[in-house]
């Protein structure tokens, strides 16, 4: 059974970069049927998808977003990382991370536990 | 961009009773809309994708319906657990979106 984890700083200065990791268990980040995404969800607000990667390393992004985020993989060690650079208050959320199934039908079928991120000085 | 608008945002129900949630699109979006599930402090849980197809392991009561811009979550018989803020995706087209989520309350 695939499980996804969440790692990273929990509390990022304004201005700063904004790192997280994914590790990825019973599965593997290499696997065609699969995209890797990550959507975040700000203190008592809905979500917001932030974009995904394909093991090729193609990716798409939140056009939102899209100038600030880099996600990529790591097939040695089963995990997908997200950068976000330039970070302000309004990057304060939590940070999930997702599989999402490619084909017969496309949606997010394993989500990680969330990890809370704090914009702050 | 394709944005959803779901209603109510807000519900309060009693155990056994039959609740409908709606989420619209503001174009056509086929049949890729994903209805979820969260509870406080939690991840979403997938409950029903390809707007109508129950997620393995979801309890029947749970059902979903419609195609093109508007569709329905439907709750057969509310039970406690059902507790949960729910929320629906769209995954039509580029950037991916959800909808604002619809409260829902056991009296």
């Known amino acids: 059974q695939v499980q996804l984890q969440e790692s990273g700083p929990g509390l990022v200065k304004p201005s700063e970069t904004l790192s997280l990791t994914c590790t990825v268990s019973?599965?593997?980040?290499?696997?065609?049927?699969?995209?890797w995404s990550w959507i975040r969800q700000p203190p008592g607000k809905g979500l917001e998808w932030i974009g995904f990667?394909?093991?090729?390393?193609?990716?798409n992004y939140n056009p939102s977003l899209k100038s600030r985020v880099t996600i990529s993989l790591d097939t040695s060690k089963n995990q997908l990382s997200l950068k976000l650079s330039s970070v302000t208050a309004a990057d304060t959320a939590v940070y999930y991370c997702?599989?999402?199934?490619?084909?017969?039908?496309?949606?997010?079928?394993?989500w990680g536990k969330g990890t809370t991120v704090t914009v702050s000085s | 961009d394709i944005q959803l608008t779901q209603s109510p945002s807000f519900l309060s129900a009693s155990v056994g009773d039959r609740v409908t949630i709606t989420c619209r699109a503001s174009?056509?979006?086929?049949?890729?809309l994903a209805w979820y599930q969260q509870k406080p402090g939690k991840a979403p849980k997938v409950l029903i994708y390809?707007?109508?197809t129950l997620q393995s392991g979801v309890p029947s009561r749970f059902s979903g319906s419609g195609s093109g811009t508007e569709f329905t979550l439907t709750i057969s018989s509310l039970q406690p657990e059902d507790s949960a803020t729910y929320f629906c995706?769209?995954?039509?087209?580029?950037?991916?979106?959800f909808g604002g989520g619809t409260k829902v309350e056991i009296k």
């Open positions: 997702a599989r999402v199934l490619r084909f017969p039908y496309f949606y997010m079928d394993v």
């Open positions: 019973g599965g593997s980040v290499s696997s065609g049927s699969y995209y």
């Open positions: 990667i394909y093991n090729s390393g193609s990716t």
């Open positions: 174009q056509g979006i086929s049949s890729y």
């Open positions: 390809a707007a109508s």
């Open positions: 995706q769209h995954l039509n087209s580029y950037p991916l979106a």
